[in-house]
């Protein structure tokens, strides 16, 4: 019953997205996604050349013989990112989609990911800019809703009104993020006119994902009140959990703090240190709002099935409401 144009285009099972997560979306995570029926990415951003990011896809092949994607940022940075090597590799290792995010679309690369028969989803976080996509060339568009965790767009549309919004003005497939993390929220995603989902937040949780066992154990006991939006002054809003460098974000950004300034408390080395080390206040710890929703640390296999098992159980439940089509 959740087949759809997602699932179609990318060779998927279920319409369902591990999305891109630095230091994180690694092949372990994106393997094991992948072989339990949704669309495994790997972040390339976590490596400093082609050739590094070619080893990780490398080893994720040994892991899965399923479709998986590479995630390309294109944030701006102040350390450029070499995605023109990125962008080489993937296509070079046959990977099966790009996933770009970022304030532009991927316009530069499409042509040459179109003739490798690589599929573009653009990640964005507005209506307007999914129609840049779709304008673009890209496949598939997604969307986040100001649920989401880590990057926000400058518009604050939560997901219930942006889903709608942006179908209404694309044609291609439309793939939606923002406070989704189980079978309810992926089924109302769905109901409100998306093909599929992408969850961030609901992975970081799995055992396959390569997060500290404390930065796990932070997650299960926080809830949808224990975060905070930050670097909204530098045009560049993030959602963490609320820690030490999150309080110090905030009192620079009062200060009218530089993007500089900035950039050294939000560095990917100091939340690297959060996520992987469990030094749970070095960085930032981007997280979604659905967070209290993830109540246990199991695997990827056991997140999908019952997120789908949900799903279905809802669905036939409302069938049974009556005047709604079975």
């Known amino acids: 019953m959740f087949k759809t144009r997602v699932t179609e285009v990318l060779g ?34 976590n490596f400093a050349s082609g050739e590094e990011l070619r080893e990780e896809i490398k080893k994720t092949k040994e892991l899965t013989n399923k479709p998986f994607g ?11 990112l070499p995605n023109d090597e990125f962008v080489e590799t993937l296509i070079d290792e046959g990977v099966a989609a790009i996933e770009s995010s970022g304030v532009r679309t991927p316009a530069e690369y499409i042509p040459r990911l179109r003739e490798a028969g690589v599929k573009v989803i653009h990640k964005c976080a507005s209506a307007r800019h999914a129609v840049r996509a779709e304008k673009d060339g890209a496949d598939l568009v997604t969307v986040v809703g100001f649920e989401n965790g880590g990057a926000l767009g400058m518009d604050d ?14 044609k291609i497939p439309l793939i939606a993020g923002g406070g989704i993390a189980n079978g309810r929220g992926f089924l109302a995603a769905l109901a409100l006119g998306a093909e599929g989902v992408v969850i961030g937040t609901g992975f970081m949780a799995t055992k ?8 796990k154990e932070w997650m299960l006991r ?42 050294k408390v939000v560095s990917g080395e ?5 996520f992987l080390d469990g030094k749970l206040d070095a960085g930032m710890a981007y997280c979604g709002l659905c967070v209290g929703q993830v109540n246990k640390v199991i695997t990827a296999k056991e997140f999908i099935d019952g997120l789908i098992a949900e799903a279905s159980a809802a669905a036939q439940q409302l069938a049974s409401l009556g005047g709604v089509a079975k």
């Open 12 to 45: 998927i099972e279920y319409p369902i997205i591990a999305g891109g997560m630095n230091w994180l979306s690694r092949a372990e995570l994106a393997a094991a996604v992948s072989d339990a029926g949704g669309l495994g990415i790997i972040t390339s951003a």
């Open 70 to 80: 590479v995630n390309i940022s294109l944030f701006p940075s102040i350390k450029p």
């Open 157 to 170: 549309i939560p997901t219930l009104v942006l889903i709608p919004a942006t179908r209404q003005a694309v």
């Open 208 to 215: 396959e994902c390569p997060a500290h066992p404390k930065f």
């Open 222 to 263: 926080s809830n949808e009140t224990d975060l905070a939006v930050i670097e909204r002054s530098i045009g560049m809003p993030h959602r963490s959990l609320r820690n030490e460098a999150v309080e110090k974000v905030e009192e620079l950004e009062a200060e009218g703090a530089s993007f500089e300034e900035i950039a």
């Open 270 to 274: 100091k939340y690297k240190e959060t």
